[in-house]
């Protein structure tokens, strides 16, 4: 690996720069680069954990599918983090309990997953690391549980138009499939709630965007329980 390159991997990940010499030369002599289009999936739910993968550019999506095939969004992985759920994968030498796929473009840096447990094992700045991931992820996973049991689909969907329009425009653009994902709920539920919120002059719609214009209405409906 060249030794820009390497300049630009502690930049981002700066405790790979606090490994011991020949664990570092390791790490980053055998770890690849792999750029993944949009929607592209990395691993899917019972694949093998052969690498840990951290990323560099990009969103990665983890996620469940049902039985019926319906999905839940767990949590993303932005640029600077890694992904707990591959790394209690190796470490168990068990399988990969959700899929992984890219949103957007994504650039992602593997690690085999060999060289994992000793460098964690040698270095404690990586076992900081992945304890913090541990420490943030657990909270979104429970608060996901929270949402999904305590709160109504309507007050839910309520509070992600509210949280994901942008600033200019007040515009989301998600389709309805997508935000279902999200949710953890139908593609039909989703849409049978958005008819309700733009009959009361909530929102507008469009294929693939939603217009909120009515966000103080809209987020009297988001606490709602």
Known sequence: MEASRRDELTQVFPFFATLPPRTREAVLGQAVTKKLSHKEVLVRAGGECLYLPFVLEGTLRLYKTSPGGREITLYRIEKGESCILSATCILTQGSFPAVAEAEGETEILLVPSRLMADAVDDNPEWRRFLFGLYARRLDEVL???????????????????????????????????????????????????LKDFETDGLIETARGRILVTGAEKLQQRAFAL
């Open 143 to 193: 608060m996901l549980v929270d949402e999904v049991t305590f709160h109504h689909v309507d007050a839910r969907l309520a509070a992600f138009l509210l949280k994901n329009a942008s600033p200019r425009r007040h515009a989301v653009d998600r389709t309805h499939g997508e935000i279902a994902d999200e949710l953890g709920t139908s593609r039909e539920v989703v849409t049978r709630i």
